[in-house]
């Protein structure tokens, strides 16, 4: 599908608050399946800017739980020290 540029700000916007797929598709006025489909379709730009949106969101809630880590909260020690160990695992 053909999504216009506003479409996919908000298919960025939405993503960044980690709303579902099919929330995101009643939003913005889609069918959910077709919306899903696109951005299962890595080569799409929707799927580009979705996944990009995602991870820079996850990135910078990550950046926050290493900065509570290093101030000694004990649940962020943990979270960061799964990520080390994920990133490691992926390596």
Same mark, same amino acid.
């Given at each position: 599908m053909n999504y216009t540029r506003?479409?996919?700000e908000q298919v960025?916007?939405?993503a960044s608050l980690f709303l579902k797929i099919s929330d995101i598709a009643l939003l913005i006025g889609v069918d959910p399946d077709v919306l899903r489909d696109d951005i299962a379709d890595k080569s799409s730009?929707? !799927?580009l800017n979705y996944h990009v949106t995602?991870?820079?969101t996850i990135?910078?809630?990550?950046r926050?739980?290493?900065q509570q880590a290093e101030l000694g !909260?004990?649940?962020?020690i943990e979270l960061v020290s799964k990520y080390i160990t994920d990133q490691t695992l992926d390596e």
């Amino acid at each position: 599908m053909n999504y216009t540029r506003k479409q996919i700000e908000q298919v960025e916007e939405y993503a960044s608050l980690f709303l579902k797929i099919s929330d995101i598709a009643l939003l913005i006025g889609v069918d959910p399946d077709v919306l899903r489909d696109d951005i299962a379709d890595k080569s799409s730009d929707v !799927s580009l800017n979705y996944h990009v949106t995602k991870l820079q969101t996850i990135a910078r809630l990550r950046r926050q739980e290493i900065q509570q880590a290093e101030l000694g !909260s004990n649940i962020a020690i943990e979270l960061v020290s799964k990520y080390i160990t994920d990133q490691t695992l992926d390596e």
